[in-house]
């Protein structure tokens, strides 16, 4: 399952509609991962911009990779600006048991930071700045040559 938000995530009611989804398929474990936007110097909040056919596709392939390890993936993200203290990420893996769900978190966490198409911005007086700095380059990105 994945979700894409204008805004804010609303973490509390996702984490209700997963776990009832998890006590449906009759799994026991749901391993949870939230990112909160943090005050770091001035920041006021993130905007995110996400290239959804290319998310899609991302997704897709880490589906596949989980089911095949008995896993089941859901994956919010929110899209346009969200603010110092409100969540903009959360992941949820749930497995029959939780090692299969804890071997694959890391794992598809830190792919998500490096290879997920969402363009991150800093939010600062008002102005929307490319977040270079943080960001990582996509494989088979740039220009052709």
Not at 3 to 9: D, F, H, I, Q, S
Request: hydrophobic share 40%.
């Amino acid at each position: 399952m994945l979700e894409v938000v204008e805004g804010a995530l609303n973490t509390n009611a996702l984490y209700g509609a997963w776990s009832k989804l998890c006590v449906e398929q009759n799994l026991g474990a749901l391993c949870v991962f939230s990112g909160f936007v943090r005050p770091e110097e001035g920041l006021e909040g993130l905007s995110f911009e996400v290239f959804m056919p290319l998310f899609e596709a991302w997704f897709g392939t880490w589906q596949e990779r989980a089911k095949a390890q008995g896993v089941y993936l859901c994956l919010a993200h929110s899209k346009g600006d969200v603010l110092v203290g409100q969540g903009s990420y959360m992941t949820g893996l749930m497995g029959a048991h939780r090692q299969k769900a804890l071997e694959l978190y890391a794992p598809f966490i830190e792919d998500f930071k490096h290879n997920a198409p969402i363009y991150k911005y800093d939010l600062r007086n008002g102005q929307k700045i490319y977040a270079k700095d943080r960001s990582h380059p996509l494989k088979g990105s740039g220009l052709l040559q």
